[in-house]
T-cell receptor, first 112, second 115 residues
Framework: GQQLNQSPQSMFIQEGEDVSMNCTSS?????WLWYKQEPGEGPVLLIA?????ELTSNGRLTAQFGITRKDSFLNISASIPSDVGIYFC????????????FGTGTSLTVIP | GAVVSQHPSWVICKSGTSVKIECRSL??????MFWYRQFPKQSLMLMAT?????????EQGVEKDKFLINHASLTLSTLTVTSAHPEDSSFYIC???????????FGPGTRLTVT
């Protein structure tokens, strides 16, 4: 399968701080997505990006689809305790069946 | 809208037995369904892609005879773990997508424990 590397692997931040994480791949993807997963649950879609260079916001979250189509980043502004969870990027290939390949994940802990 | 359910949400079985997990799209027709496996503190690993009415396509390294996938209708796909072993214990998650396939909706997952 495809390999998507996320960094950082984990983050411990104070409430109110901004967060930035990124995802890189050796492959080109047609779509980049960001998900949040909480323990024992399936991932929940946060933001979907459909073209290179696209910058999209969802509330305090902002994500960008890299120009090379091989990377993406996610920013969370003014973090709050409920932002705690594991954030995954995912790349989707349209040409070979729309499969999603997930990144290695970033675990976020927000300290009140 | 776009809800995917999984059943059971958790299951414990003995080594050597088979377990079936169901994935249903409740309010849309899922032309394609994907099955993932997630070990503790790790990412979701794609196991296979199933299209309604045809054989599933398995990712490299996934044994198709051990993980049987059936996508008999546009709202139901099943994953059967045959002759389960403790190393098959994992969190299994499905997702379903419509005809365009671009948007995928994830189920809540099934926790399998093999003793």
């Amino acid at each position: 399968g495809q390999q998507l590397n996320q960094s950082p692997q984990s983050m411990f931040i104070q409430e109110g701080e901004d967060v930035s994480m990124n995802c890189t791949s050796s492959s080109i993807f047609n779509t980049w997505l960001w998900y949040k997963q909480e323990p024992g649950e399936g991932p929940v879609l946060l933001i979907a990006l459909y073209k290179a260079g696209e910058l999209t916001s969802n509330g305090r979250l902002t994500a960008q689809f890299g120009i090379t189509r091989k990377d993406s980043f996610l920013n969370i502004s003014a973090s709050i305790p409920s932002d705690v969870g594991i954030y995954f990027c995912a790349g989707q290939l349209h040409d070979t069946g729309n499969q999603f390949y997930f990144g290695t994940g970033t675990s976020l802990t927000v300290i009140p | 809208g776009a809800v995917v359910s999984q059943h059971p949400s958790w299951v414990i079985c003995k080594s050597g037995t088979s377990v079936k997990i169901e994935c249903r799209s409740l309010d849309f027709q899922a032309t394609t369904m994907f099955w993932y496996r997630q070990f503790p503190k790790q990412s979701l690993m794609l196991m296979a892609t199933s299209n309604e009415g045809s054989k599933a396509t398995y990712e490299q390294g996934v044994e198709k005879d051990k993980f049987l996938i059936n996508h008999a209708s546009l709202t139901l796909s099943t994953l059967t773990v045959t002759s389960a072993h403790p190393e098959d214990s994992s969190f299994y998650i499905c997702s379903g997508g419509g005809p365009s396939g671009v948007r995928q909706y994830f189920g809540p997952g099934t926790r399998l424990t093999v003793t």
